[in-house]
């Protein structure tokens, strides 16, 4: 069996309407091969999900909380290791420039 290969996924998710709708994606989620971590979050209307890539994609990620009634889509986004440590960026088009400022200054920092 191949190693794990952690990646995160940003999923935004409408159609929630109250906690319940929240630990219900939670759960149902969470239960399901490769599914390492998620956190809903009612207000953000979004899931960040931790998954083990060899396991299920990001789109199944998005499929399976499709799949229980919400409107769920990927957020363009894009993960980062540095030493051992985790990030995932979110892109929003219009702040692209941003991104790679901060790409920038973590190769400043971790000096890559």
């Not at 995160?8 to 939670?26: L, P, T, W, Y």
């Not at 299920?56 to 909380?65: G, L, P």
Request: glycine share 6%; proline share 3%; aromatic share 10%.
């Amino acid at each position: 069996m191949d190693p794990p290969k952690i990646l995160s996924c940003v999923v935004d998710i409408q159609g929630m309407r109250c906690q319940s709708c929240v630990k219900n994606i939670e759960k149902t989620i969470g239960a399901k091969t490769g599914i390492l971590s998620i956190k809903v979050s009612l207000e953000q209307k979004e899931g960040c999900i931790e998954y083990d890539e060899v396991l299920v994609s990001s789109n199944q990620v998005a499929e399976f909380i499709s799949d229980m009634g919400f409107h769920s889509t990927l957020k363009p986004s894009i993960d980062i290791q540095l030493n051992g440590k985790h990030f995932v960026v979110i892109i929003k088009f219009t702040t692209i420039q941003y991104f790679f400022l901060f790409y920038q200054v973590l190769q400043q920092v971790y000096l890559l």
